[in-house]
């Protein structure tokens, strides 16, 4: 087994937390708390990641992290 270090990112809304992590494409989970929502996003990465170990796929590795909020008017 290896340690992964990889970004992720919570959102709230009204209807609870979305977690995804960006680095695993499609990679994503949801919770009714911020700890559920981070639990259920680590057991998801561990899936996506076995899952690429398992069909020789790369595993992305991260060099930097920005994470912004931008205003926008649309």
Known sequence: MRNYSLPVVIEKDAEGYYA????????????ATYEEALDNIRD???????????????????????LVTLDVVA
């Not at 995804?20 to 919770?31: D, M, V």
Request: hydrophobic share 35%; aromatic share 2%; with cysteine.
């Open 44 to 66: 998801a990465m561990v899936l996506h990641i076995q899952d690429r170990v398992e069909n020789g796929e790369a595993i992305p590795l991260v060099e930097m992290i920005s």
């Open 20 to 31: 995804e992590c960006p680095s695993l494409q499609g990679c994503y989970s949801q919770g």
